[in-house]
Nanobody, 126 residues
């Protein structure tokens, strides 16, 4: 049974930091590209960051330089370190895994991801 379980969300003041974690099980974690997405109320889900099997990373422009995605294949974990948070970062954050993919593949779109977590709320107050 595939599971992706996010944790680490919460309420933080603008300028603060949060660290999100995602524990994965039930599929070949090391063979997957991984990503973090977010969805704010009334808005479409958007990609935040992605990491390939080789460790290549990409970020949406609005979070570049503030967020860092990382993975630990030994622990089947993916992380999102979020610094200098802004009220516009408020959303439900989801981790996702692509399933089997190429070594350098960076999946950028929702349809490229096969497995999804249930999400964790991040609220940034001004």
């Amino acid at each position: 049974q595939v599971q992706l379980v996010e944790s680490g969300g919460g309420l933080v003041q603008a300028g603060g930091s949060l660290s999100l974690s995602c524990a994965a099980s039930g599929f070949t974690f090391s063979g997957s590209a991984l990503g973090w997405f977010r969805q704010a109320p009334g808005k479409e889900r958007e990609s935040v960051a992605g990491i390939s099997r080789s460790g290549r990373t990409r970020y949406r422009g609005a979070v570049e330089g503030r967020f860092t995605i990382s993975r630990d294949n030994a622990k089947n974990m993916v992380y999102l370190q979020m610094n200098s948070l802004k009220p516009e970062d408020t959303a439900v954050y989801y981790c996702a895994a692509s399933g089997p993919t190429g070594w350098t593949t960076l999946a950028s779109y929702s349809y490229e991801y096969k497995y999804w977590g249930q999400g964790t709320q991040v609220t940034v107050s001004s």
